[in-house]
């Protein structure tokens, strides 16, 4: 299905705004200007904070970049100065091709559909990081930076991660890697030590705002907080939830949460019937991340005795009302049996309308 114009717009690499990682911009550009680039970068931070728009910005400034080495001109030009920005102009003759994949110098590792299933794999395999192998066996096809993208690095299996592994430990001529990670921790060690790391963290609610207001002019005030307070400081999230109705289904969540212990299990089925639809997936794992992030925050708010920003009005008194109920160890044992619930339920293709009767029923058992 081709993509939408709304949807190229939202895509990293489609996109030229990237606010509040100035500091990782200017680190890259220090190491470029030095010629003292490093072969391989590790750029984490949590999802949707902006580390594939990074990548992308990286990639189109390399693969658009005059070779440093070409000299000065016929006629006496000056060599290239030292580059001020990652930015390029978007009347760049390559540009296009380098957004939609038709550039010879970039290639990028991401999970595959697999064939059996027609449904996109949990993991990055084997298969998927040896065309890089192919990618970097060969010669240049357009003479200059070769550049590959691995998102995310933290979803390789252990077959993937060791044929990775075997390109960082002999890289490649005017080559560079860029991987990305959710959770870097997940990474083998051996990985990690060999990546210049590029470290992304959240962004205050002004700079989220920002992101919110200029793509979506229409939000109100109230929304807008809710949104930038339910995306946690990471803007590609708050996106994600503006399209998908995100407020609307979290004023749902708290709704049938307000009930407990005694849910209205009958509006919960009706409810779960809706996001257990086929064409429902998005929002299913919309409604899973929001379900697991307000009990997250109830119990964040229980162990430190402390409220939090509300993202509806008086949630805090239900919050407290709700974690009376157990001790914070309780809760905190739960929220990871839901979470666990959840993957394997995604693993195996579990029913997912039980799946979510299951983690309302399974916090009013805490109360008996």
């Not at 994949?101 to 998927?128: F, M, S």
């Not at 749902?252 to 299990?265: D, E, G, M």
């Not at 779960?272 to 992030?293: M, P, S, T």
């Not at 008194?317 to 339920?345: H, P, T």
Request: charged share 25%; hydrophobic share 40%; glycine share 6%.
């Amino acid at each position: 299905m081709a993509d939408t114009e709304e949807s190229l717009e939202l895509n990293p690499r489609h996109s030229e705004l990237l606010l509040g990682h100035e500091a990782a911009e200017r680190m890259f550009l220090e190491a470029f200007n030095s010629d003292r680039l490093h072969h391989a970068w590790l750029i984490s931070g949590p999802k949707g904070v902006g580390k594939a728009t990074l990548a992308w910005k990286i990639a189109k400034f390399l693969l658009t970049q005059t070779d440093k080495d070409d000299g000065p001109g016929l006629f006496g030009d000056d060599l290239p100065s030292e580059a001020s920005s990652l930015n390029i102009s978007p009347d760049h003759p390559d540009l296009h091709r380098i957004v939609s994949g038709g550039h010879g110098g970039l290639v990028i590792a991401e999970r595959t559909e697999n064939e059996k299933t027609g449904k996109l794999r949990n993991d990055i395999v084997i298969n998927d990081i040896r065309k890089l192998i192919s990618f970097y066996s060969q010669t240049s096809a357009e003479g200059g930076w070769r550049v590959a993208i691995v998102d995310a690095a933290d979803e390789m299996n252990v077959n993937a991660a060791n044929a990775l592994l075997k390109i960082l430990e002999e890289p490649p001529e005017k080559s560079i890697i860029l991987l990305l990670a959710h959770a870097p921790g997940k990474l083998l060690p051996t990985i990690k030590s060999r990546c210049r790391a590029l470290s992304l963290s959240t962004l205050p609610e002004d700079s989220v705002k920002a992101v919110l207001a200029g793509k979506f002019p229409e939000l109100s005030i109230d929304d807008l907080t809710a949104l930038t307070r339910l995306s946690e400081g990471a803007p590609g999230r708050a996106i994600e939830l503006a399209n998908n109705d995100g407020v609307g289904l979290y004023r749902k969540v708290s709704t049938h949460l307000s009930r407990f212990p005694r849910f209205n299990i009958p509006e919960i089925h009706i409810l779960a019937g809706e996001l257990a639809a086929v064409k429902a997936d998005d929002k299913y794992h919309l409604f899973v991340n929001i379900y697991l992030g307000w009990i997250e925050r109830m119990i964040r708010q229980s162990a430190s005795n402390m409220p939090l920003p509300e993202i509806l009005d008086g949630e805090n008194d239900q919050m407290r009302r709700i974690s009376a109920s157990a001790g914070v160890d309780r809760w905190l044992d739960l929220w990871e049996k839901m979470g666990q619930m959840v993957a394997r339920a995604d693993a195996v293709n579990l029913d997912r309308k039980q799946v979510i009767v299951n983690l309302f029923t399974s916090l009013s058992a805490v109360a008996r």
